[in-house]
């Protein structure tokens, strides 16, 4: 059973950096391909960043946080993180972990199989 716990989010000043954590339970997070994804109040979920479950471990952003985020892993610990710097307020969301049944990434909800609680980022301007 595969099951993904985040963590690190909390309430930062704009500008400010936090770094969450997605750990794993139930298979590798190398060999399948991971995402972070956030939801804000009233909007839909949308794509943040993601990796591929390949041994080079591609990586894709939105273009709202490109240059500012950076997602990577660490095959040891079994988890995922996200690096979040320069935040702005648009970034507050719910930030959710997940992946999907094979090693190649996507962007859609839809492609994502099993997710994450949630951890809350808020970032106050």
């Known amino acids: 059973q595969v099951q993904l716990v985040e963590s690190g989010g909390g309430l930062v000043q704009a500008g400010g950096s936090l770094r969450l954590s997605c750990a794993a339970s139930?298979?590798?997070?190398?060999?399948?391909?991971m995402a972070w994804f956030r939801q804000a109040p009233g909007k839909e979920r949308e794509f943040v960043a993601t990796?591929?479950?390949?041994?080079?471990?591609?990586?894709y952003y939105a273009n709202s946080v490109k240059g500012r985020f950076t997602i990577s892993r660490d095959s040891a610990k079994n988890t995922v993180y996200l690096q979040m710097n320069s935040l702005k307020p648009e970034d507050t969301a719910v930030y959710y972990c997940?992946?999907?049944?094979?090693?190649?990434?996507?962007?859609?909800?839809?492609?994502?199989?099993?997710w994450g609680q949630g951890t809350q980022v808020t970032v106050s301007s």
């Open positions: 139930g298979r590798p997070v190398s060999g399948y391909a």
């Open positions: 997940a992946t999907r049944n094979g090693s190649y990434y996507y962007t859609r909800v839809s492609e994502y199989y099993y």
């Open positions: 990796i591929s479950g390949t041994t080079v471990g591609l990586t």
